[in-house]
């Protein structure tokens, strides 16, 4: 594959944006996961923080410790330093079945989706549930996650309209990919149910479960069983199965 | 010992708890938080002789009544400065001074064009648990501050132990208020943006609206939307503080403390650390141009602002220089040995 070198931004004056491309497969976002543990193992004094996103890893920093063109040059000797392109997935990846009731009032627009996908509610079930999703990015609200990419058939625009507040555990789709979200947001994604499981939850012990590379396999259940499994996670159980992916 | 600290009689607007902000947690969706305007956070710990990092209540439009419980609290008022009484008595903002148990505090509006967001510093800060590390609201996700909201009526605000007993003091402020011209480094997907949109950019003279809230802030100008050269659906992205979006309607806005932590609108320029405090405390229908600078100016622009944050304690002074002042000090409860040890330092 043909790939432009990555880029470095100034993002600010306390930021270099390391942008591997617009592009969203998976060897972008191997790419962007081994870097960011790259860049957080070297333990550099000045660096804030880090955040990968789909396509990118943001290196915040603060230039009175660290001088932004010295950390440039550390950022650009690290990016030669190998083919990052060719990144293996990050180890430790988790496979997470997550149970989701579709339609309903949880996913109000289930029908408009089926709709526009030329397909029966059954079948825009079945699809989404078929292949595992890759986790690629948590972003826009705490324990709000990016997977992708689903098929072709599922290259839907956002909605026109902005729903103001989807409750936790919403899980909605657009541009091929599926957002779950952890907490109310708005959002223009088409909301096609919802689910137990959060991603981020103070009461639990562990408030973040999700990382970027694991994978989620949606799996339909029904109102009963949502409201047994929602008991349970508010007594602070995951209720997603979980297994290594070797 | 008994509980000691402010209940809040009447809220006012969108009054939150607020310290410095809870970085960190970007990669897992977290918004930064912390107050829009640090440099008043640093200036009431300042006046009260305390840490940085202890928490406020940052007030928004209305202020609000406080009334002190459990015994004497220390407090100071810092930001944007509101109406500000006690027990119908004027105070002064920028100044330190006693709650006496039973006394109201009754902050009204804003005074016009002192700016958006105003601070009342309790001695001890506000004894609210560290979520992720902090003690900012975290108004969306609904946790941190008091219960992750705004202040209401009845809520009580505990302060933390209170070593320090100064009060009567305030300080001179080193920064100019409403600048005319914010600094900004160009933005990530500037590159996105004509040359001739660019200048037009920072040619044009741009007025804050009231579309603000924690998030960002909208502005409007004269002229033709912001456009960039070929249609844009970014995938989204990272964002950072001070970022200035160009959405699809082509007009600006910047991002402030409760910003979502990545977003998918091109972002033309990002203001410089330093500009931003005062860029957010604009009232609406201030005017301002943004004037690029070079990212080694931002640094020293940067350089100067710790400078500024890290002189105020040393820059507290005492109030009392006049006949004026001693009126004042009687009146709000800071005659009668409560300050008289320190009034020497000077």
Same mark, same amino acid.
């Given at each position: 594959?043909?790939?432009?070198?990555?880029?470095?931004?100034?993002?600010?004056?306390?930021?270099?944006?390391?942008?591997?491309?617009?592009? %969203?497969?998976?060897?972008?976002?191997?790419?962007?996961?081994?870097?960011?543990?790259?860049?957080? /193992?070297?333990?550099?004094?000045?660096?804030?923080?880090?955040?990968? %996103?789909? &396509?990118?890893?943001?290196?915040?920093?603060?230039?009175?410790?660290?001088?932004?063109?010295?950390?440039?040059?550390?950022?650009?000797?690290?990016?030669?330093?190998? @083919?990052?392109?060719?990144?293996?997935?990050?180890?430790?990846?988790?496979?997470?079945?997550?149970?989701?009731?579709?339609?309903?009032?949880?996913?109000?627009?289930?029908?408009?989706?089926?709709?526009?996908?030329?397909?029966?509610?059954?079948?825009?079930?079945? #699809?989404?549930?078929?292949?595992?999703?890759?986790?690629? !990015?948590?972003?826009?609200?705490?324990?709000?996650?990016? %997977?992708?990419?689903?098929?072709?058939?599922?290259?839907?625009?956002?909605?026109?309209?902005?729903?103001?507040?989807?409750?936790?555990?919403?899980?909605?789709?657009?541009?091929?990919?599926?957002?779950?979200?952890?907490?109310?947001?708005?959002?223009?994604?088409?909301?096609?149910?919802?689910?137990?499981?959060?991603?981020?939850?103070?009461?639990?012990?562990?408030?973040?479960?999700?990382?970027?590379?694991?994978?989620?396999?949606?799996?339909?259940?029904?109102?009963?069983?949502? /409201?047994?499994?929602?008991?349970?996670?508010?007594?602070?159980?995951?209720?997603?199965?979980?297994?290594?992916?070797? | !010992?008994?509980?000691?600290?402010?209940?809040?009689?009447?809220?006012?607007?969108?009054?939150?708890?607020? #310290?410095?902000?809870?970085?960190?947690?970007?990669?897992?969706?977290?918004?930064?938080?912390?107050?829009?305007?640090?440099? /008043?956070?640093?200036?009431?710990?300042?006046?009260?002789?305390?840490?940085?990092?202890?928490?406020?209540?940052?007030?928004?439009?209305?202020?609000?009544?406080?009334?002190?419980?459990?015994?004497?609290?220390?407090? =100071?008022?810092?930001?944007?400065?509101?109406?500000?009484?006690?027990?119908?008595?004027?105070?002064?903002?920028?100044?330190?001074?006693?709650?006496?148990?039973?006394?109201?505090?009754?902050?009204?509006?804003?005074?016009?064009?002192?700016?958006?967001?105003?601070?009342?510093?309790?001695?001890?800060?506000?004894?609210?648990?560290?979520?992720?590390?902090?003690?900012?609201?975290?108004?969306?996700?609904?946790?941190?501050?008091?219960?992750?909201?705004?202040?209401?009526?009845?809520?009580?605000?505990?302060?933390?132990?209170?070593?320090?007993?100064?009060?009567?003091?305030?300080?001179?402020?080193?920064?100019?208020?409403?600048?005319?011209?914010?600094?900004?480094?160009?933005?990530?997907? =500037?590159?996105?943006?004509?040359?001739?949109?660019?200048?037009?950019? +920072?040619?044009? +003279?741009?007025? $804050?609206?009231?579309?603000?809230? &924690?998030?960002?802030?909208?502005?409007?100008?004269?002229?033709?939307?912001?456009?960039?050269?070929?249609?844009? +659906?970014?995938?989204? #992205? /990272?964002?950072?503080?001070?970022? $200035?979006?160009?959405?699809?309607?082509?007009?600006?806005?910047?991002?402030?403390?409760?910003?979502?932590?990545?977003?998918?609108?091109?972002?033309?320029?990002?203001?410089?650390?330093?500009?931003?405090?005062?860029?957010?405390?604009?009232?609406?229908?201030?005017?301002?141009?943004?004037?690029?600078?070079?990212?080694?100016?931002?640094?020293?622009?940067?350089?100067?602002?710790?400078?500024?944050?890290?002189?105020?304690?040393?820059?507290?002074?005492?109030?009392?220089?006049?006949? @004026?002042?001693?009126?004042?000090?009687?009146?709000?409860?800071?005659?009668?040995?409560?300050?008289?040890?320190?009034?020497?330092?000077?």
């Amino acid at each position: 594959m043909i790939s432009e070198p990555p880029k470095l931004h100034l993002a600010g004056d306390t930021a270099w944006l390391v942008d591997f491309g617009e592009r %969203t497969d998976d060897a972008v976002n191997n790419a962007v996961i081994a870097f960011d543990a790259h860049v957080r /193992a070297a333990g550099l004094a000045g660096i804030v923080e880090t955040a990968p %996103t789909i &396509r990118s890893v943001l290196v915040r920093f603060d230039p009175l410790v660290l001088a932004p063109e010295r950390l440039a040059e550390r950022l650009q000797a690290w990016l030669t330093e190998r @083919d990052w392109l060719a990144s293996e997935p990050p180890a430790g990846r988790k496979r997470w079945f997550v149970p989701v009731h579709y339609g309903g009032e949880d996913g109000p627009d289930l029908a408009e989706v089926a709709a526009r996908l030329g397909m029966s509610e059954a079948e825009v079930i079945a #699809d989404h549930g078929r292949a595992a999703q890759r986790v690629r !990015m948590l972003g826009f609200a705490p324990g709000f996650v990016y %997977t992708g990419m689903l098929g072709e058939a599922w290259a839907l625009p956002r909605r026109n309209q902005v729903r103001a507040a989807v409750p936790p555990g919403s899980i909605a789709v657009a541009v091929r990919q599926t957002v779950l979200t952890s907490t109310t947001v708005p959002t223009g994604w088409w909301v096609i149910g919802k689910s137990p499981f959060l991603a981020f939850d103070l009461e639990r012990e562990r408030p973040f479960l999700l990382q970027a590379g694991d994978e989620l396999v949606f799996e339909a259940i029904g109102a009963e069983e949502a /409201a047994t499994l929602l008991a349970r996670a508010h007594a602070g159980e995951a209720v997603a199965r979980v297994e290594p992916i070797a | !010992m008994t509980a000691r600290g402010l209940i809040v009689r009447q809220a006012g607007l969108a009054a939150s708890v607020q #310290d410095l902000g809870r970085p960190g947690y970007q990669r897992q969706g977290v918004a930064e938080g912390g107050a829009v305007d640090p440099r /008043a956070l640093v200036a009431g710990a300042a006046i009260l002789g305390q840490a940085p990092d202890l928490a406020a209540v940052e007030l928004v439009g209305m202020g609000g009544q406080y009334e002190a419980f459990g015994g004497a609290v220390r407090v =100071a008022l810092t930001g944007a400065a509101f109406k500000a009484s006690l027990d119908g008595r004027p105070v002064r903002w920028n100044t330190s001074f006693v709650i006496e148990p039973g006394q109201v505090l009754a902050l009204g509006g804003c005074e016009p064009d002192s700016g958006v967001y105003g601070y009342l510093h309790l001695g001890g800060g506000i004894e609210v648990p560290r979520v992720l590390g902090s003690r900012s609201t975290h108004l969306r996700a609904v946790f941190g501050g008091h219960q992750g909201r705004l202040l209401r009526a009845g809520d009580r605000l505990v302060a933390g132990p209170d070593a320090a007993g100064k009060v009567g003091l305030t300080f001179d402020s080193p920064w100019e208020e409403h600048p005319k011209v914010v600094r900004v480094l160009w933005g990530v997907q =500037a590159g996105e943006f004509a040359p001739a949109e660019r200048e037009r950019f +920072t040619a044009t +003279t741009f007025t $804050v609206t009231p579309a603000r809230d &924690r998030m960002g802030m909208k502005l409007d100008f004269q002229g033709a939307p912001f456009v960039t050269e070929r249609s844009l +659906t970014l995938i989204s #992205d /990272a964002v950072v503080l001070g970022d $200035v979006q160009i959405p699809g309607d082509g007009k600006p806005i910047v991002l402030l403390a409760d910003r979502q932590p990545t977003g998918g609108y091109p972002r033309l320029a990002t203001v410089i650390t330093a500009d931003l405090p005062a860029l957010a405390q604009l009232p609406a229908g201030a005017r301002f141009r943004f004037q690029p600078v070079s990212e080694a100016m931002a640094v020293e622009a940067l350089k100067r602002y710790r400078h500024e944050l890290g002189g105020l304690a040393a820059a507290v002074r005492p109030v009392l220089r006049s006949l @004026d002042d001693v009126a004042y000090l009687l009146s709000v409860n800071l005659i009668d040995g409560v300050i008289s040890g320190d009034m020497d330092d000077q």
